[in-house]
């Protein structure tokens, strides 16, 4: 069965330094998405990307956040300037195909970000 | 602002009963809820969605929405310890975003 897969699976960095999450969406999938959840938190949107751009972002996702889509698999997360309260979970999630609901979103394993 | 709303729990059940678990929602411009299922540092796995109100069932699960009241509930029959998990209610409205409540804890006790 396709499953979205992410890369690493836990980050660790210092404060202020740039990471990037990544991503490799089930293959025929059209929109794509980034979560976060903080340890005992909810899960939390940041952005949502279609037809190589952002069609829907938190209050969340400021100027530190970035996505891109770098080739026809990849799908990243950049943060610019890594901040202490960025350590969380973050999931990577991809649903639509052409002409189908876009509405199940199927999560990735996630990325475990510790910024020290 | 959508928010959803769950009890937080621990939900402890016994293993072979009915589980229940309750979600209420702000919008009611909500179209689709969600149910997923999250195991303790693991991402959400999706159980069911259900759109139109009334149930709808897929093997032990049963989902429940009523939108005048604007609630949304998930029963799981004949519970097993592996049930054991956090179950996120979540929802989409007019966009692709979806909102999710903080999760009920279930424990299935043996």
């Known amino acids: 069965e396709p499953e979205v897969t992410q890369t690493p699976s836990h980050q660790v960095t210092q404060m202020g330094q740039e990471v990037i999450l990544r991503c490799v969406p089930i293959?025929?999938?059209?929109?794509f998405y980034w979560y976060r959840q903080i340890l005992g938190q909810k899960v939390e949107f940041l952005v949502s990307?279609?037809?190589?751009?952002?069609?829907?972002k938190s209050e969340i996702f400021d100027d530190q956040f970035s996505v891109e889509r770098p080739d026809g698999s990849n799908f990243t997360l950049k943060i610019r300037s890594t901040k202490l309260e960025d350590s969380a979970m973050y999931f990577c999630?991809?649903?639509?195909?052409?002409?189908?609901?876009?509405?199940?979103?199927?999560f990735g394993p996630g990325t475990r970000l510790t910024v020290l | 602002q959508k928010e959803v709303e769950q009890n937080s729990g621990p939900l402890s059940v016994p293993e072979g009963a009915i589980a229940s678990l309750n979600c209420t929602y702000s919008?009611?411009?909500?179209?689709?809820f969600f149910w997923y299922r999250q195991y303790s540092g693991k991402s959400p796995e999706l159980i069911m969605f259900?759109?139109?109100?009334g149930d709808k069932e897929d093997g032990r699960f049963t989902a429940q929405l009523n939108k005048a009241s604007q609630y949304v509930s998930l029963l799981i029959r004949d519970s097993q310890p592996s049930d054991s998990a956090t179950y996120l209610c979540?929802?989409?409205?007019?966009?692709?975003?979806?909102?999710f409540g903080i999760g009920t804890k279930l424990q299935v006790i043996p």
């Open positions: 293959s025929n999938h059209l929109y």
């Open positions: 990307f279609y037809n190589n751009e952002i069609s829907e």
């Open positions: 259900i759109y139109s109100n």
């Open positions: 979540a929802l989409r409205g007019g966009y692709q975003k979806v909102t």
């Open positions: 999630a991809s649903s639509g195909t052409a002409g189908v609901s876009t509405d199940t979103q199927y």
């Open positions: 919008d009611r411009g909500s179209q689709s």
